[in-house]
């Protein structure tokens, strides 16, 4: 694998690339903008949000939050051990970063469905819009994580990989993107109001 | 394995355990608390899994200031 020198120190060279650190601003102000928004409606019906976020599953939210931060520490070792030039390590580690990644998917499917088969849909009161509206776009990021992370295990997998580090770099921080945005998610859906 | 990314983790779920601990509890200072928990979450893998810790202070500083508006604006809004 193709591992160039980078100077981190550079204003331009961000680890994971400027481009990426742009795109994560871009998420984070947009996920903080409607969580804001969430906050503001939860002071106008105070007694709504607090009843509605009593029928969330924190145990649920809980586990998922570890399933990311465990995903995200393989995608961390992942980097690491390729840095090292230790390829199957890092493919290894690296399927065990999907496969946290999946079991999320797995748990937050099962969230869905006990809350659709109690009637508690988008429909159903405002705060369950902020819910399913923030949830389900975070969910679409771990997914579109979840492609590129296959693309980066076969791209590494290769006997002469066309993967680069930088390549590996972009898709991890774009992973990481979404252990942030569900870390900034979690405690203001399940645990504020 | 690195080592720093080891503790990391442990500390990342330590954390989350107790911030599910806390909501449970109807403490007067719940809510501050809880947002201290998730920025201090949020640094570890900001700083640690994504290596800014290395980057420009640029970065650094612009990162730490969204987490001190959103929760800024979450506190005013909310207490």
């Known amino acids: 694998m193709e591992i160039t020198k980078i ?8 680890p994971g690339g400027i481009l990426l650190w742009i795109i994560i601003f871009l998420e984070l102000i947009t996920f903080g903008a409607v969580l804001i928004a969430m906050v503001f409606s939860g002071n106008q019906e105070p007694e709504i949000f607090h009843e509605s976020r009593l029928l969330l ?7 998922n939050t570890v399933f990311l ?23 290894g580690y690296l399927l065990l970063t999907m496969f946290f990644g999946v079991l999320f998917l797995v748990l937050k499917s099962v969230e869905y ?22 949830t389900l776009f975070h969910v679409i990021h771990v997914i579109v994580g979840l492609v590129i992370l296959t693309s980066v295990y076969f791209g590494i997998k290769k006997e002469n990989p066309t993967t680069k580090m930088e ?14 945005i569900w870390l900034l998610l979690f405690p203001v859906i399940y645990l504020i109001f | 394995m690195n080592k720093q990314n080891v503790i990391t983790w442990i500390l990342l779920l330590l954390l989350t355990v107790i911030a599910g601990l806390v909501s ?18 949020f640094i ?21 200031g969204f987490l001190v508006v959103f929760c800024g604006l979450i506190l005013i809004i909310k207490i």
């Not at chain 2, 449970?24 to 501050?32: A, F």
């Not at chain 2, 810790?53 to 970065?59: H, P, Q, S, Y």
């Open chain 2, 24 to 41: 449970s509890e109807y403490l007067s200072y719940g809510i501050p608390l809880i947002l201290v928990l998730a920025v201090l979450k």
């Open chain 1, 113 to 134: 469905y006990t809350k659709l088969n109690a009637g508690l849909d988008m429909g159903y009161n405002t705060f369950f819009t902020f819910y399913w509206m923030l």
């Open chain 2, 44 to 64: 570890g893998v900001a700083f640690n899994f994504m290596e800014l810790k290395k980057a420009n202070v640029f970065w650094r500083i612009l990162i730490i």
């Open chain 1, 57 to 63: 599953n924190v145990t649920y939210g809980t586990i």
């Open chain 1, 167 to 180: 390549d590996v770099e972009a898709s991890a921080a774009f992973w990481h993107m979404c252990d942030l």
């Open chain 1, 69 to 91: 931060l465990t995903s995200g520490f393989f995608m961390a070792i992942t980097v690491h051990e390729l840095k090292l030039n230790n390829k199957q390590r890092a493919q």
């Open chain 1, 7 to 14: 100077d981190y120190k550079n204003v331009l060279y961000p």
